[in-house]
């Protein structure tokens, strides 16, 4: 039994490396815990189903095996293997040794991913502990010696060159990696108990006494955490610079602080009567019932996971955009970006996006006081930047006209500059969020944060491609419903820096940061409206907004925007119908052995066909949009060219960089997009900047056919 908890605790660092929740991705690490976790964990004995209804279990896994991204798919390749091993007719003893570690290994995975998401989740809304949490954080590190005060949400802690306001958050009081390995223990204590019923009790006691365990060492684990952090600081020379809260968020670290749970449960946790050979089993349910069971588990897990995936469109509105200039002296949209104009009003400026957004949607532009009757003729108002304050009365007709079936889009900017995020959170509030005046930055690549949709994406981000994101502000939902459009993690929080002129913080290791995961798009629905509020202005301004994704971003917003709510939701109605069934189907079955895996395995199907589902609805009410009016598209080759280009708006190559260039074609009326492949034809001229790669055969007649078509070709290469 030690040896599983070893196993358990490799397995649930395991997703810091694999996920990159804090750092980037380390696959070899990755691949190296997992099949150390799952070794520690052969010899153990569970309950499996029988031979054909491990083959059922594991086919219904096939598609999702091929959907999951990694490192998901990792969980149901164990669980598939375990199951194909157990059914396979080898008449040797280590097939069994080898299904048991695979399924424990995987079940132990797929409930710790489970658990992870609904982690990420809520920590991405508040970071911050409850008072009395933070409380109990104060009293620990008194208890421990140090000098400190409690600060709002903040331990400052003091030290000999600096006072360190340190966060009291969940990242530091309940870690992600901590949290999933007692999601763990659960998994690892219920598969060894056995079928019977006639041991719940002990299984109940040595749950609760895992619970225990753990819920006592989490604070001594933040007060330790703490220590370590204190100490380094002390020992840090004068002269060199304080570089501490790298400690905090290292996946090795919180490897080795698993140390605690693991002794604690080798300790405490009884071990299980399991005899030398395989359990027995108990009496098998009818074959009718089992079919009812399985097929409600189906039809449950997918109704479950379709309430919480899917995002009703509703009906379509004539698509009138309006943008506030009236608040706003900050990204304007009524000066054309042209070969005449230079500096930086020139660049942060929204003329060409606005210019493009034309080409799909009625759009005008509003410079007077909203009252009752402004907002009448309009579809999708949206508030940018503003740089003066909107009155109560004007935010009453705003939060009546989204009430009454509009769309509103509120775009934010990092550290509340130039007070726009006290502006926007004016209004703001009346829908139960706010933006925060902080600055979000890759905990790796500082300046540089890419964004990728995940498998099911919202309706907003469904056509965006890999989006790098310039600097944006978080957003924190306070209470009412809604929904993050993009959420990522791997992130750091600095507050505002008010000595700047810009609010701008330095990037440096602060003890305030908040870290983990953060929402930086975040939609929600009033009456018959909706509001979508997003957190980096600056990444429509003229100089970036061509760069992939973002104007597939501001088009998937105007787009969610310009429909109303359905006058009848059926989410809650869909979700708790499968929590109900799948309730149903698990108490069921609780005499049949190894039902875990059949049920696990039709659940699996179940979500796979509710992400399906959903994508598959959204795609069907959401198209590509198609433009009204046309347009000069000028497309950049990335397929036989790799010469560097802008990114986040910075200019990329400083000698052999062609940012600039591609940029200033803007100043023409034209729009730029980059294509690689069948795409690169798409547009109306294709330009290689500096070819470098072989030409095939096929694309050398592509180019000749796209020509002859009425195509225009611009090679651009020197000596």
């Excluded at 609760?208 to 989490?218: A, K, N």
């Excluded at 503003?386 to 775009?411: C, K």
């Excluded at 940061?513 to 600056?538: K, M, N, P, Q």
């Amino acid at each position: 039994m030690r040896r599983v908890w070893i196993g358990l605790a490799l397995l649930s660092a395991s997703w810091l490396f694999g996920l990159g929740y804090y750092h980037d991705p380390n696959w070899p690490v990755w691949i190296i815990l997992l099949l150390a976790g799952t070794s520690c964990l052969l010899g153990t004995r569970i309950q499996a189903p029988t031979g054909a209804e491990s083959l059922i279990a594991a086919a219904a896994m096939l598609p999702a095996l091929v959907l999951a991204p990694w490192p998901y798919r990792a969980a149901l390749i164990l669980i598939a293997a375990g199951l194909l091993l157990r059914a396979a007719p080898i008449p040797r003893h280590w097939p069994s040794t080898l299904s048991g570690a695979a399924l424990s290994a995987g079940s132990i995975l797929i409930v710790q991913a489970a658990g992870r998401l609904i982690y990420e989740t809520i920590t991405s809304r508040s970071h911050e502990l409850p008072e009395r949490l933070a409380q109990l954080l104060h009293q620990i590190v008194q208890h421990l010696g140090i000098d400190a005060t409690l600060d709002g949400s903040s331990l400052v802690l003091h030290s000999m060159r600096r006072v360190h306001p340190l966060g009291a958050t969940w990242e530091l009081l309940v870690d992600p990696v901590t949290f999933v390995f007692l999601l763990g223990g659960f998994v690892v204590l219920a598969l060894q108990a056995p079928a019977t019923g006639q041991k719940t009790r002990r299984l109940i006691a040595s749950l609760l006494t895992l619970l225990v365990c753990i819920t006592l060492w989490l604070p001594a684990r933040a007060g330790l955490q703490i220590a370590i952090l204190l100490h380094r600081a002390l020992w840090t020379k004068y002269e060199t610079p304080l570089v501490l809260m790298n400690a905090i968020w290292d996946p090795w670290v919180h490897l080795l602080l698993l140390a605690g749970p693991v002794l604690l449960a080798m300790r405490f946790i009884q071990r299980p009567n399991t005899p030398e050979s395989d359990p027995p089993r108990t009496p098998v349910p009818s074959r009718q019932r089992r079919i009812v069971t399985t097929g409600l588990a189906l039809a449950g897990s997918f109704l479950l996971a379709l309430g919480l995936l899917w995002d009703p469109t509703g009906p379509e509105k004539p698509g009138r955009v309006w943008i506030d200039e009236h608040r706003s002296t900050w990204e304007r949209t009524d000066r054309p970006y042209d070969p005449n104009w230079y500096g930086q009003e020139s660049g942060y400026n929204y003329a060409c996006i606005y210019d493009y957004c034309s080409r799909f949607y009625e759009m005008d532009r509003l410079h007077a006081v909203i009252d009752a009757n402004t907002l009448s003729d309009c579809d999708v108002f949206v508030v940018k930047v503003p740089t003066a304050r909107y009155s109560s009365e004007e935010i009453d007709h705003i939060e009546q006209f989204v009430a009454d079936g509009g769309g509103l889009l509120l775009i934010g900017e990092h550290t509340n500059v130039f007070n726009t995020g006290t502006y926007l959170n004016d209004i703001a509030e009346r829908f139960g969020f706010r933006f925060r005046y902080d600055c979000l930055f890759d905990i790796d690549t500082v300046f540089e944060q890419l964004y990728r949709r995940p498998l099911v994406p919202h309706p907003i981000v469904q056509y965006v491609p890999p989006l790098n994101f310039a600097v944006s502000c978080s957003i924190t939902p306070e209470g009412r419903d809604g929904r993050a459009a993009i959420q990522a993690h791997g992130l750091r929080s600095l507050p505002s820096d008010y000595h700047a002129s810009n609010y701008y913080p330095q990037v440096t290791d602060r003890a305030e940061a908040r870290y983990g995961a953060f929402i930086e798009l975040w939609t929600t629905r009033h009456g018959a409206g909706r509001v979508a509020a997003f957190g980096d202005s600056t990444i429509f301004s003229n100089f970036s907004t061509f760069e992939p994704g973002k104007a597939e971003l501001m088009l998937g917003m105007l787009q969610w925007l310009n429909h109303r709510n359905s006058a009848w939701d059926p989410r809650p109605l869909l979700a708790a119908l499968g929590a109900l069934l799948v309730i149903v189907s698990a108490t069921a079955t609780r005499r049949w052995a190894g039902r875990w895996f059949v049920l696990l395995g039709t659940a699996v199907l179940g979500i796979t066909g509710a992400g399906a589902t959903a994508r598959g609805l959204h795609r069907a009410a959401m198209p590509i949009p198609r433009p009204d009016r046309s347009f000069t598209q000028v497309v950049i080759d990335r397929t036989l060219c790799d010469t560097p280009l802008s990114r986040s708006g910075f200019i990329a190559g400083e000698t052999n960089g062609f940012g600039i260039f591609e940029r200033w074609i803007l100043r023409l009326g034209y729009f730029t997009q980059r294509a690689q492949g069948s795409s690169a034809f798409k547009g109306d001229v294709l330009v290689f900047l500096y070819p470098t790669a072989e030409v095939s055969a096929e694309f050398r007649e592509a180019v000749a056919d796209y020509v002859a078509q009425g195509g225009k070709v611009l090679v651009i290469d020197s000596p």
